[in-house]
């Protein structure tokens, strides 16, 4: 684990939703896999900020890349970070997701702000376990990614928009339950990241079928490193804290949270 301070390449908008922030470090790019996070501390003109969890999006040779929506007043703030400007930025953190699925076809379903790990996952497990579904849910259209996003996907990528207006009319849900009754479930393993109704209706979707799966849990954080104890989750072995037990937990681990 690192904590460095990383001078911005890049930070702009990508479309209704996102925004994209890069920047380049070596050692914060090192053997990172899909799943895991930096805590970023954005600094305001009267002091500091604590610092926020944002997931890897995307490596490319030491360039990092983060996706980001704004959610409130840091992730506002950071929209106005121009290039040059410094952040600190703490990782590689967290548990990834599973990599290998031991021939198993991997489901990814996302939303929101779990869109950028799930897109990191399919970019790199498509290399290994090609057979692979990706279902997107949005509230519409505009909050759609652009197709050079998504190129490196090697798989089906299938949407489903609140308003109809882009792929299939309502929840990434219901698309979910469609491909586990076009195939054996047992076939299959799925990856979640998003709101937490979404990923509790998955995760209730994924015991109806009995198909196992792991979902990286969107709690709020501080440290990041385990040592404020604001990110627990309760699981079947007792209480783990999602930024170092986590973020990544098994269907089967946690308790009362579908
Ligand atoms: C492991 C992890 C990975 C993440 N990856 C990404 C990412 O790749 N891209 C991205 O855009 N965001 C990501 N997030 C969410 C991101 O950390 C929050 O959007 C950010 O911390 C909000 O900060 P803020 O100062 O803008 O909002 P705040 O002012 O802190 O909060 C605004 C409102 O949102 C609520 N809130 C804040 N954080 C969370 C949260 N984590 N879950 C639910 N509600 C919350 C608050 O209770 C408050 O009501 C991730 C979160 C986690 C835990
Ligand atoms: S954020 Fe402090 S223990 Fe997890």
Redesign the pocket.
């Known amino acids: 684990m690192f904590d460095e301070t990383v001078s911005i390449l890049e930070n702009k908008k990508v479309n209704h939703e ?1 925004y994209k922030l890069v920047f380049s470090s070596k050692r914060l790019s090192a053997g990172v896999t899909a799943g895991q ?1 930096l805590n970023i501390q ?1 600094e305001n003109h009267e002091g500091l ?2 610092r ?4 890897y ?1 995307r490596i490319r040779g030491q360039k990092i890349e ?13 929209t106005e970070k121009r290039p040059g400007h410094t952040l600190k930025v703490l990782g590689p953190l ?1 548990r990834a997701f599973t990599r290998d699925l031991k021939g198993k076809k991997r489901i990814l379903i996302g939303g929101g ?1 779990g869109v ?2 799930l897109l990191f996952l399919a970019e790199a497990a498509g290399k290994e376990s090609p057979a692979l579904s990706f279902l997107i849910g949005c509230k519409s259209k505009t909050e759609v990614l652009p197709k050079a996003e998504l190129a490196g996907v090697k798989g089906e990528i299938l949407y489903a928009t609140n308003d109809g207006s882009y792929g299939k009319k309502g929840f990434v849900t219901a698309l979910f339950e469609n491909l586990l009754k076009r195939e054996d479930p047992k076939t299959f393993f799925i990856q979640t990241c998003g709101p ?1 109704a979404m990923m509790a209706a998955v995760m209730k979707i994924a015991k109806k079928f009995a198909v196992a799966g792991e979902a ?6 501080a440290c990041g490193v385990g040592a404020c104890l604001g ?1 627990v989750v309760e699981t079947k072995e007792g209480f783990k804290t ?2 170092v037990e986590g ?1 990544v937990f098994s269907f089967q681990e946690l308790v009362g949270y579908a």
């Open positions: 996102y996070f954005i900020l604590l926020r969890p944002f997931s999006y983060i996706l980001y929506e704004i959610l409130g007043r840091g992730t506002a703030l950071l967290g702000v950028p790990p937490h990286s849990i969107d709690e709020r954080m990110c999602s930024c973020p």
